[in-house]
């Protein structure tokens, strides 16, 4: 059993563990480790995820010399807050700096009774898909549980809906933020794991969904060790296209990726789980209804509702948006062919919070900002 507490090393003082991101096996096996009885593993997560409590002396059903014992080896150290935008149309995004100086975003999308946090799992990622601005942006590194776990907690927070009891704040999470989730599998995995704990977050299993561009080995583990909901990014009905748009399926083709996602299903233990296929509509690139009747005949048999996301624009892309009557038309031509097929209307787009645009934000929006000075400038020069 390794360390959950770690070490103590004369030359550097001890680091404290983080107890925002232990799932509950691993807060059982810290208290363990402590000598304490398991039932505080119980308490503590309460105290953070219901309550919302980071300083361990307001837990109040722990003794003082427990509570000091605590704050000896353990902390609760949510990632910070850079920068809160509202959207007219109620999206919030937050922009949230994490350990070694790395900016990540999240976003939160209200929707009648449902409200959708979008979690980041990576600062950047290393997939570099042609249409995604965050694989543009490269890989720096994994975000820790807690870091993801905390974006789930810095959202009710921002809302005071921990103490107030405001109703769920959250009630749906999607791992479609920035990165690639199973790349980051162990820490992805227990955030998951706390998001559908009653004792954390409580949500159902059906409304925490993991999104992949399609790593096929570490989906097949996932299945082993999660019940979370599947999204696959699929985005073109043949492998010569797909090679083009999501370099990763050169390993692994969508032959191997659907009968993956098949194998990630039937290891449910509840019937009637689909997988939602995610098609992001690239103006003149897979937007044809041909490619939509290929995909039809691709996905005959398989056990899926496909969400159409007409691509979002960003500076770096020479790619276009569809217009409305192509997305129509492809969204047709599957409906006739009898499946469910949904379009993702763009939501924050004032802000910057669409599918694909969480870029480096801070950084993009300075620079954009900053050309629209010069503009203005060069305008007033003109004038004047
Ligand atoms: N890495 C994961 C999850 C993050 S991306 C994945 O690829 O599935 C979430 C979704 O947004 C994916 O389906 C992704 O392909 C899509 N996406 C990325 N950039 C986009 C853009 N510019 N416009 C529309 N959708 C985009
Ligand atoms: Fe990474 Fe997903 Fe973007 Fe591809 S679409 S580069 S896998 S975040």
Wanted: with cysteine; hydrophobic share 40%; proline share 4%.
């Amino acid at each position: 059993m390794t360390s959950i507490i770690a070490t103590s090393d004369p030359e550097s003082p001890q680091e404290r563990v983080n107890l925002l991101g232990l799932s509950r096996p691993q807060m059982e096996q810290f208290f363990q480790q402590l000598g304490e009885k398991t039932f505080r593993a119980q308490q503590v997560l309460k105290w953070i995820h219901h309550a919302g409590v980071s300083d361990i002396d307001q837990m109040t059903n722990l003794g003082k010399g427990l509570r000091e014992k605590l704050r000896g080896v353990a902390e609760i150290r949510p990632p910070e807050i850079v920068s809160q935008h509202d959207s007219s149309d109620g999206t919030r995004k937050w922009a949230i700096r994490v350990d070694g100086g790395g900016l990540v975003e999240t976003v939160l999308i209200p929707d009648g009774s449902r409200a959708t946090l979008c979690v980041s799992s990576q600062v950047g990622c290393s997939l570099d898909c042609s249409f995604c601005s965050t694989g543009k942006q490269g890989f720096q590194r994994d975000l820790s549980a807690a870091e993801i776990i905390g974006q789930v907690w810095l959202a009710i927070q921002s809302f005071d809906a921990f103490q107030s009891g405001k109703g769920r704040v959250v009630t749906n999470v999607v791992m479609m933020g920035m990165g690639e989730p199973l790349l980051n599998f162990d820490n992805v995995v227990s955030a998951m794991d706390l998001m559908m704990d009653d004792l954390a977050y409580g949500i159902s299993k059906r409304r925490v969904t993991l999104s992949t561009s399609g790593v096929v080995p570490a989906l097949d583990r996932l299945a082993k060790v999660s019940e979370a909901s599947l999204a696959v990014s699929l985005h073109a009905p043949n492998d010569a296209l797909r090679n083009q748009l999501v370099p990763i399926n050169r390993k692994y083709p969508i032959a191997m990726l659907l009968e993956s996602c098949r194998n990630y299903i039937d290891a449910q233990s509840d019937t009637k789980r689909v997988v939602t296929v995610e098609y992001t509509l690239i103006a003149g690139v897979n937007d044809q209804p041909q490619h939509a009747r290929e995909l039809a005949l691709l996905l005959q048999d398989f056990p899926c509702k496909i969400n159409l996301i007409p691509f979002n624009t960003f500076p770096q892309s020479d790619y276009r948006r569809p217009s409305g009557n192509a997305v129509s038309r492809f969204w047709q031509v599957l409906v006739d062919a009898g499946y469910i097929v949904t379009v993702r209307t763009t939501r924050g787009d004032d802000i910057d919070a669409a599918c694909g645009q969480l870029v480096g934000e801070v950084v993009d929006r300075t620079r954009r900002s900053e050309r629209y000075r010069s503009e203005l400038q060069a305008r007033e020069n003109q004038v004047g």
